[in-house]
């Protein structure tokens, strides 16, 4: 922390620091009592003080204390406190110069950066609300959070933000998870969540919405390159989602067409044979087309919630081979139950640590870490 930092000077006589505000004739040296309400509320109402020929500011921090003020792209001014950035960042510590003061304050120009993505940052940095929650919604929120995400790895502070950042994507899985959303929606949101999540090193969040991708996506991984905010997530990320995805489909359908050999129950026959009758109840229990399922069309998680309701299965009594008839033989809900399960306990998402460093899922040594610091994510 800069400690050299310069203490405002007293206001003058009847006089308030805060522009348009009366101060009382005993407390012309005094700064004036905080506003009442919130840190949020108290910076709006001081900027509705300011007067119509004054330059408006977004107020950060109050006009006593702000001694910097940081010009965005799109002609935003905002008041802000040296000691804050300093302590949050040491690529705006270098930015700072004397002399300034409340009264006189450095004016930092920040013109090539996005400037909602700073005005999170700067807000999250002052511990004010990360956004203006009027018409905000978790649908669009990824990107924004990815976008900041960039920003806070440039100006080496995600460490500062990410706790809250992490606070308000953790309240939207829920609603998230209770949304309808489409296709292309799924893969976009996801993807930008993830990317959000890796660049603020958020384990529990990337192995999250990794997960979800894996679940929940039918399309190709190699989509997400091209999705806005997702460009810093590496190759390794795009394979692994891709590997585990395989893996988990090729696991559920092998696991599933190995009950259905049966061995023929008539004393003294030992004939092996797959069930003549199992696709067409499985079809029609699950409402897809054929067994194996069209993987286009058919995310993992409606076929695990699917085969966890089905109930029983018929496998017949009549094996092709000899021709024996026996009692009917089923796949008992119980068992599929157990099939999904597994194959749920395996869609772990991806390892952020060994994407940080680009490295191969499929060779990752971090899979208690990950299990330990998983979010649930039901399949009901």
């Known amino acids: 922390m800069d400690a050299n930092i310069e203490p405002s000077q007293p206001a003058k006589q009847g006089v308030s620091p805060l522009v348009g505000v009366k101060a009382e004739p005993d407390q012309d040296t005094k700064p004036p009592l905080p506003l009442a309400g919130t840190p949020q509320q108290s910076a709006e109402r001081a900027v509705e003080l300011v007067p119509e020929t004054a330059v408006k500011e977004t107020l950060l921090a109050s006009r006593w204390h702000?001694?910097?003020?940081?010009?965005?792209?799109?002609?935003?001014?905002v008041r802000v406190h040296s000691a804050v950035l300093v302590l949050a960042s040491i690529e705006f510590q270098k930015m700072l110069v004397r002399p300034r003061s409340a009264e006189e304050p450095q004016v930092i120009e920040l013109l090539?950066?996005?400037?909602?993505?700073?005005?999170?940052?700067?807000?999250?940095?002052?511990?004010?609300?990360?956004?203006?929650?009027k018409g905000w919604?978790?649908?669009?929120?990824?990107l924004k959070f990815a976008k900041m995400g960039a920003v806070a790895v440039k100006y080496k502070c995600a460490s500062k933000v990410a706790p809250m950042a992490e606070?308000?994507?953790?309240?939207?899985?829920?609603?998230?998870?209770?949304?309808?959303?489409?296709?292309?929606?799924?893969?976009?949101?996801?993807?930008?969540?993830?990317?959000?999540?890796h660049l603020l090193w958020?384990?529990?969040?990337?192995?999250?919405?990794?997960?979800?991708?894996?679940?929940?996506?039918?399309?190709?991984?190699?989509?997400?390159?091209?999705?806005?905010?997702?460009?810093?997530?590496?190759?390794?990320?795009?394979?692994?989602?891709?590997?585990?995805?395989s893996a988990l489909r090729e696991e559920l359908i092998a696991t599933i067409s190995a009950r259905t050999n049966g061995k023929c129950q008539t004393v003294g026959c030992s004939q092996y044979s797959t069930s003549g009758t199992f696709t067409g109840h499985i079809t029609?229990?699950?409402?897809?087309?054929?067994?194996?399922?069209?993987?286009?069309?058919?995310?993992?998680?409606?076929?695990?919630?699917?085969?966890?309701?089905?109930?029983d299965v018929q496998l017949g009594h009549t094996y092709p081979l000899c021709q024996h008839k026996n009692?009917?033989?089923v796949i008992s809900q119980k068992a599929l139950k157990t099939i999904c399960d597994a194959v749920d306990g395996r869609a772990r998402g991806l390892c952020l640590t060994c994407a940080r460093d680009d490295k191969s899922q499929s060779r990752c040594e971090h899979v208690e870490g990950i299990i330990k610091s998983q979010l649930k994510d039901w399949i009901v």
């Open 202 to 245: 958020s384990n529990s969040l990337f192995s999250h919405y990794t997960r979800r991708l894996v679940l929940d996506a039918t399309t190709s991984f190699t989509q997400i390159q091209e999705i806005e905010g997702c460009s810093g997530l590496p190759t390794s990320v795009i394979l692994g989602l891709e590997e585990q995805r």
């Open 137 to 142: 919604n978790f649908e669009t929120a990824g």
């Open 327 to 329: 009692n009917p033989v």
């Open 112 to 133: 090539q950066d996005e400037p909602e993505a700073m005005m999170m940052m700067l807000r999250t940095m002052h511990m004010f609300d990360i956004f203006d929650w």
């Open 66 to 77: 702000g001694d910097i003020v940081i010009v965005l792209n799109n002609k935003t001014r």
């Open 167 to 197: 606070a308000v994507m953790l309240r939207g899985i829920n609603i998230l998870s209770m949304t309808t959303l489409g296709t292309a929606m799924t893969m976009r949101l996801y993807a930008q969540y993830a990317a959000a999540a």
């Open 284 to 311: 029609r229990r699950l409402s897809v087309p054929h067994w194996p399922p069209p993987w286009a069309s058919t995310t993992l998680r409606s076929l695990l919630e699917k085969l966890k309701k089905t109930g």
